[in-house]
């Protein structure tokens, strides 16, 4: 089994800047170093979404809405995955998920509450 924890979330100001990480453990945290890790939001009554993936080939894939001001690395090292987050936006306020999946395995992270707000 694997758990995802994510830390970093938090109140930040317009144009302001967050780093979100997420720690893999457990006896399968190996996965998170060759599956598909990346990060979701979702906000109250909307479907999640995706924000950034590293894939398991290690194409990175950005939501339109993020591309240029968010930017996601893994540490294979860590068994770990991070989400820069630059020039944030009120429409960036969502709970942020970490996922690892490949095929039919998938697994998730309690999220961290991300708010933009003046």
């Known amino acids: 089994q694997v758990q995802l924890v994510e830390s970093g979330g938090g109140l930040v100001q317009p144009g302001g800047s967050l780093r979100l990480s997420c720690a893999c453990s457990?006896?399968?945290?190996?996965?998170?170093?060759?599956?598909?890790l990346g990060w979701y939001r979702q906000v109250p009554g909307k479907q999640r979404e995706l924000v950034a993936i590293?894939?398991?080939?290690?194409?990175?894939i950005y939501a339109d809405s993020v591309k240029g001001r968010f930017t996601i690395s893994r540490d294979n090292g860590k068994y770990a995955v991070d989400l820069q987050m630059n020039s944030l936006k009120p429409e960036d306020t969502a709970i942020y998920y970490c996922?690892?999946?490949?095929?039919?395995?998938?697994?998730w992270g309690q999220g961290t509450q991300v708010t933009v707000s003046s």
């Open positions: 996922h690892v999946s490949l095929g039919a395995d998938n697994f």
């Open positions: 457990g006896s399968s945290r190996a996965i998170c170093n060759i599956y598909n």
């Open positions: 590293s894939t398991s080939s290690f194409e990175l």
